[in-house]
């Protein structure tokens, strides 16, 4: 099956920036490959529900992203590397939280977690005032 490996989080201060990567390997069980995937980020901080952060589709050509993210993140894909990215600018204490990416064949951009088949085991990344 289709595994996903996150990496890049960390401390950091307030206004610093950081980027995640979300390596992948396998098929899903009908063969697809990476390329095929719809790729996401979420976040969950303790004691929260996990939170849409961004997405972004097959080609990398349509993103979206969250009300509360939207202008700092940048999310990307390199189908070449299978890995997708997500660059974070302008860090905020409120964007502390364990980030995973997730990935599903899907007819479109979604931002329901429950869509999603594949997961990573998620990077932390803490934000400090």
């Known amino acids: 099956q289709v595994q996903l490996v996150e990496s890049g989080g960390g401390l950091v201060q307030a206004g610093g920036s950081l980027r995640l990567s979300c390596a992948a390997s396998?098929?899903?069980?009908?063969?697809?490959?990476?390329?095929?995937?719809?790729m996401s980020w979420f976040r969950q901080a303790p004691g929260t529900e996990r939170e849409f952060v961004a997405s972004i589709t097959e080609d990398g050509r349509v993103t979206d992203y969250a009300d509360s993210v939207k202008g700092r993140f940048t999310i990307s894909r390199d189908n070449a590397k299978s890995t997708e990215y997500l660059q974070i600018n302008s860090l905020k204490p409120e964007d502390t939280a364990v980030y995973s990416c997730?990935?599903?064949?899907?007819?479109?951009?979604?931002?329901?977690?429950?869509?999603?088949?594949?997961w990573g085991q998620g990077t932390q990344v803490t934000v400090s005032s």
């Open positions: 997730a990935g599903g064949v899907l007819l479109g951009l979604r931002r329901d977690h429950r869509r999603y088949a594949y």
């Open positions: 396998g098929r899903t069980r009908a063969g697809r490959t990476f390329s095929s995937l719809i």
